[in-house]
């Protein structure tokens, strides 16, 4: 609380005033900026005011969320450079937004050939594309014809097709070419 001079003492009366009628306010929802500053400058705490006196205009101040500062963004540090050679890990080691078998760094699980952690149409679309060939082609990109090779036998062909059925639908793991039951 700063202290008032003899000389100032009406102009400190004065301004104590205003704190406290902007401090009790007398239940107005409509107190102006200068009460609220007054009782900042006065040490005044709006919670404890919206406590002592239930005035809405306190409360709403004191129910204010107070900024929380944002934490900075987490930078991947990479722990291998520039190819993910560890694929079990959960971590993305390069840095390239993709992890595990996510990258196509790593080997594919059995039977999800697009990389997206499950076995289903869109890998069945991949696999029927690549069906038939000894390599990539049209419609049967590199990654695409690896992930299709279940069984890796450099052919895409009716086993692997048939180890294809089997993982429909499951959780993928393992990698080719150990993908038979
Ligand atoms: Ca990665
Ligand atoms: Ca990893
Ligand atoms: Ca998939
Ligand atoms: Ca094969």
Redesign the pocket.
């Known amino acids: 609380m700063r202290s008032c001079a003899p000389t100032r003492v009406s102009i400190c009366s004065a301004l104590l005033l205003g704190c406290l009628a902007g401090c009790t306010g007398g239940g107005s929802d409509s107190k102006t900026v200068a009460d609220s500053f007054l009782c900042v400058f006065f040490g005044c705490d709006y919670t404890s005011l919206c406590t002592q006196t239930g005035d809405p205009f306190w409360c709403g101040l004191a129910e204010m969320p107070v900024p929380q500062p944002v934490p900075p963004p987490i930078v991947c540090e990479p722990t291998e450079t520039p190819v993910e050679l560890t694929c079990d890990d959960g971590l993305d080691n390069d840095c390239d937004g993709l992890i595990d078998n996510q990258d196509p760094d790593c080997p594919h699980l059995c039977?999800?050939?697009?990389?997206?952690?499950?076995?289903?149409e869109?890998?069945s679309d991949l696999i029927n594309a690549c069906f038939g060939r000894a390599g990539p082609g049209e419609g049967c990109d590199e990654d695409a014809f690896a992930g299709s090779d279940l069984n890796g036998d450099g052919r895409v062909t009716l086993p692997d097709m048939a180890t294809f059925a089997l993982w429909f639908g499951l959780p993928?793991t393992g990698t080719p070419p150990n993908c038979a039951p």
Do not use: A, T
């Open positions: 039977g999800d050939i697009n990389r997206d952690g499950v076995v289903d869109l890998d993928p």
